[in-house]
């Protein structure tokens, strides 16, 4: 079983790619490091100020991958400081 978590930011301050990359960077490197889940930037890549990232992890439970991802959007609303969440959607395949 597969879980994925889509996570569309908003960087109101950014004024450049090179400065939206500089805060996303960061960002995607700690959800990997702190849930060990797999991270990249999948959707408006050329906008400054927007970017949609998504989370993924495989497992045999369906409940526990549910409640990590749950617990990823929880650290990136409540911890990252760069932005605001303007939407997040958990999905098992």
Do not use: Y
Not at 30 to 59: K, P, T, Y
């Amino acid at each position: 079983m597969l879980s994925t978590l889509t996570i569309h930011l908003h960087l109101p301050t950014c004024a450049s790619l090179k400065e939206k990359r500089g805060r996303i960077k960061p960002l995607i490197a700690r959800l990997h490091r702190e849930f060990n889940v797999s991270v990249a930037e999948m959707d408006l890549n050329d906008h400054w100020q927007e970017a949609v990232i998504v989370c993924a992890m495989a497992g045999n439970d369906a409940a526990q991958l549910g409640r990590s991802m749950q617990s990823v959007a929880k650290w990136v609303e409540t911890n990252w400081e760069d932005g605001q969440v303007i939407d997040e959607k958990i999905e098992m395949i």
